[in-house]
């Protein structure tokens, strides 16, 4: 019996298609969870969590959403990841009068993986960054605004 003629050409192809592929994409090492929470006389908040200067999140908060939380995987290469948060928060104050404030912060974390975070803000708005409850020391904070979160000039 005499099999049909078989060219391995299209399968070392595919193979490295395929081997390609998986080197420009980082391998993930772990994960850790971020949680934005509904402030006390907030009307509404949108904020963009960036790690390692690329876009992770983003967290529309109102009355009917009074919480979100971001599952951030990470690369392989790196342990310690630079993060920002920027956003927008509408509250309204006790007399009626409502007012938008533009927030952020940075820092660095540190082997974040399997940790779960917060999103917390402070000092009248001024402050705005990452910590964890459980472990302050995964999280370095800045001090001062991001300059990632600086507003278009045009």
């Known amino acids: 019996m005499q ?43 949108t904020s963009r969590l960036y790690v390692d200067e690329q876009l992770v999140a983003t967290f529309r908060l109102d009355h009917d959403h009074p919480s979100q939380t971001a599952h951030v995987e990470t690369a392989v290469s790196r342990v310690n990841h630079s993060y920002a948060l920027c956003g927008e928060i509408t509250i309204r104050r ?13 820092g660095v974390l540190h082997e974040p993986d399997g940790h779960h975070l917060v999103a917390l803000g402070a000092r009248n708005f001024t402050e705005f960054y990452l910590a964890d409850p459980d472990d302050p020391d995964v999280v370095e904070r800045h001090p001062g605004r991001s300059s990632l979160c600086a507003a278009p000039t045009s």
């Open 3 to 45: 099999l049909p003629a078989f060219s391995l050409r299209p399968v070392r192809t595919l193979i490295v298609t395929m081997l390609c592929a998986s080197l420009a994409t980082p391998a993930l090492a772990g994960s850790f969870e971020v949680e934005d929470g509904y402030g006390d006389g907030e009307i509404s908040e």
């Open 94 to 106: 006790p007399g009626g009068k409502v007012e938008i404030h533009q927030v952020s912060g940075e």
